[in-house]
């Protein structure tokens, strides 16, 4: 049984079509009069087979609607149908990629052979695509460094995920590694290509613009907008959208996102026409999301529609065993054919690593441009690893006072560490941002949390 959509004007040439595929083949069928209706149909339902007539009275002719076919779904089998045979007509629509021509008075058994053939053509080529697309999966899911039982178990749990098209949440700490674990869920087109993936940094979908940023707009939707413009859910139409650090999220734009979930439909300011979009969501955050819930920080249905793969990425502390090995893929990135030492190797094993994978990243690149090369050894890493110790703080240590519940600790601790490190000399934020081993964009965001201003030295 397959799904069939027959698009044709000619309502008698469509109800004997569809007698025919579905009283002596057993197929679904689903019509369309128009184009318009079934482009639709094409965006919502995966179709198997399109009967498509070549001219069509009052609309768009099929011909002029093949090509936007083909760049939805290359591989989906189009038959041409016309009630006149126009050789030229014919012969252009096979060029543009159409699997087969069926003239309008063909017998219904020429008519089911034709859609039998398309089947088994794109049955072949599905099996051929199923096979790349899982050579590439595992390929991406190998960009998961590491051969700790946190790294195995990590990597056969997005195998895991990347068969589903359901929410991923991810949890991990800063530097651990979330928006490439998100990347590896990205799913392959049918014509084996990756699908989009669109990165939303959460604290910055806020103020007036943000409907514009998520859902688009209409030229002279509002002063200054002098063209149509597309939403982020409509570049992610097919792939996936990733919402980074999703706790920093306006209420007000988390309902917004709890429809379009819902609905898979996005209405561009200044239109009232929906506009249907496919897409998987994968969030990640570094805050418990189910505590901002209780504490009315963060809406209780999307975190239930979020909630439904949740993933906890390891610390690199967990999977300190990885440490040579990353290091190694870091330096090799970096200075192809240089090296480490035994005792520099040591000095990373050792190191806290508060900042994670990013952190360690940070401090190959340090390496790399303090050293004269081949061979790294322990002169050439920052003075913090030599030491011993993380980059500041040391007179911060975490502790867990009475009656204080353990996420309130956590961020009196933050706090502390952010302002012991806005006291120790830095030239920018920048710099500040990468001896934390953070990004700068985040510890922008933290600061801000924590209601701390760096003080700006020329930056």
Partial sequence: MADILICDDDSTFQLATKLVLTKQAG????TAKNTDEAWVILKKQKIDVLLLDIEMRTHEEGLEFLPRVRELDPDLPIIMSSGKTDLESVRRALREGAWDYSP???SPDDLLH??????QHLKDRREVLLSQAEIRRAARHDSILGESEPARRLRTTLERFSKSDAPVLIYGETGTGKELAARSLRPTRADGSLAPFVAVDSATIQGTMAESILFGHEKGAFTGADKTVRGLFEEADGGVV?????????????????RVIQEKEVVRLGSHRPIPVQFRVVCASNQELEKLVAEGRFQADLYQRLNVLPLRLPSLPERREDIPLLA????RRARGGWSFSAEAIQCLSDYSWPGNIRELQNVISYAVTMADGPELDVGDLPERLRAGVPLILSAA???LPANTGFYSSVLD??????KSALQTPYRSVSELAERL???RSHLYTKLKQHGLKPQRRGE
């Fill in 437 to 439: 081993g953070m990004d």
């Fill in 242 to 258: 990733f919402f980074d650090e999703l706790s920093n999220m306006p209420l007000a734009i988390q309902q917004k996102l709890l």
């Fill in 104 to 106: 309008k008075g063909a």
């Fill in 114 to 119: 034709s859609v039998s053939q398309a089947l």
């Fill in 328 to 331: 190694s893929e870091f330096l």
């Fill in 413 to 418: 601790y933050e706090a502390k560490l952010l």
């Fill in 27 to 30: 197929h679904r069928c689903h």
């Fill in 397 to 399: 240590e975490p502790s």
